[in-house]
Every structure is written in structure tokens, then in C-alpha cells.
């Protein structure tokens, strides 16, 4: 791939064989593989940085379906919510 930068700083990639030069704009500047994926990395670092706080913890946990069903299984739960949890998944096995 052949690898260049726009005037508004976007990176874009082009067949290396040169079946696609017909399609680069004059106006954008060859930069290297290294670059590209250097520019890359930046913008997925800024992108994770303008997460919130929320969102970042978000994306950590286990999904809620997995967090009950552990407490499920640890008998956490009081013994009426348990049997009605039971009784679901007596209903539908898997």
C-alpha cells in the first residue's frame, strides 16, 4: 500500500502496484507506512481520551446478564428472587 496525507491531515492508502494513482489528488503528500501508523494510533488514542469517565468503565465490565448470573450462581440473591430465577431457567434450559 501506498500511504498519503490530505491537506486536512486524514490518512489515505492506494494499491502500491499503481492502479489507483489516477485517484490520489495532487494536493496530498506521500508519508510512510511507519507514518500511517503512527497517525492511526494517534487518533485512536484521541478518541479514547474523549470518552467519559462512564464510558471507559462501561466498556470494562461484564455484560449485566453475566454479573446476575454469577450472583445467581454465588446464592446471593434472597431466597424468593432465587426461586423465581429458578423457575425461569427450569422453564428454559439451555
Known sequence: MKHYLSPDNKVFAYEANGSQDHLIPSTYTPITQAQATERSQ???????????????????????????????????????MAARLKAVKDKYPK
Do not use: C, N, W
Not at 49 to 71: M, N, V
Open 42 to 80: 494517534q487518533a485512536q488514542q484521541a478518541m479514547f481520551d474523549a470518552l467519559t469517565y462512564s464510558d471507559k468503565r462501561k466498556s470494562e465490565y461484564p455484560a449485566i446478564g453475566d454479573q446476575l448470573d454469577a450472583l445467581y450462581h454465588a446464592g446471593v440473591f434472597p431466597a424468593d
